[in-house]
């Protein structure tokens, strides 16, 4: 295939120009999520934390490319090892695995487990699961959970991107996990909150989102996707 020198130049601008964060935001409020490919873009390097699924990572992996890092980091270490030997198995090369639970302070936390591993979360007095009955969870094993500041100082890794949360109600206590991380320019962040604060009612986004914006992020949260019962995620990027 033959490019023109116009179609090369408009190519690497889109592949060199930051995220924006209007865009971005317009598709949360929209119809309450974005395309991953929106999200961030070759040679970034981000952070999957609560991930079982291994078309997730594929996907992250496709759109970051060989230049770029998708760092996962999963509560369970049998989902790590699931996903390991499946990352093996599909040849990508740019993944890191760690095995621990995001927090706010290093501990042993409660982790409720169930068949649907997408369903597992941290037990937490302050967090009510409006979504899925006790009887869905069939276990309650401690886990190790650190600060993401923390584990990426364990990795040596300093320069994130993008943080994409699908922890199940720990979203505001793996922000204040992320003191440092949060502080880099340009850093974006989604948290996909599905539960509720137990204090007030309300849905996870409008505590999380409060904590982004203290932090000095600029935030958006996103329309309840469908099926969702009142939660919507959450999307903050610092400038």
């Not at 970051?64 to 989902?79: D, F, Q, R, T």
């Not at 390991?84 to 090369?93: K, M």
């Not at 650190?146 to 040596?156: K, R, S, V, Y």
Request: hydrophobic share 40%; net charge neutral; charged share 25%.
């Amino acid at each position: 295939m033959n490019l023109s020198t116009n179609s090369i130049i408009r190519l690497v601008r889109n592949l060199t120009r930051p995220i924006h964060y209007a865009t971005v935001a317009r598709r949360y409020r929209r119809v309450g999520d974005a395309p991953i490919s929106t999200l961030v873009k070759p040679g970034h390097t981000i952070i999957q934390a609560g991930c079982v699924e291994i078309d997730t990572v594929n996907s992250w992996s496709r759109v970051v490319g060989p230049n770029g890092k998708v760092i996962v980091v999963e509560a369970l270490s049998n989902l790590c090892e699931k996903l390991r030997g499946e990352i093996v198995r599909a040849e990508l090369t740019n993944i890191t695995v760690v095995n621990a639970a995001v927090w706010d302070t290093r501990a042993q936390v409660p982790l409720k487990t169930s068949s649907f591993a997408h369903r597992n979360r941290i037990e937490q007095r302050d967090v009510s699961d409006h979504c899925n009955p006790d009887d869905v969870y069939d276990d309650t094993v401690m886990v190790a959970a650190a600060p993401l500041d923390d584990i990426l100082e364990g990795i040596g890794e300093t320069s994130i991107d993008h943080v994409h949360l699908t922890v199940s109600g720990a979203e505001n206590r793996a922000i204040e996990g992320m003191g440092r991380l949060l502080t880099q320019k340009g850093i974006s962040i989604h948290a996909r909150c599905m539960l509720f604060d137990s204090e007030t009612g309300l849905p996870m986004s409008h505590k999380v989102a409060d904590t982004l914006r203290k932090l000095g992020l600029r935030v958006t949260v996103g329309r309840p996707e469908n099926g969702r019962e009142g939660a919507g995620n959450v999307y903050a990027q610092r400038f």
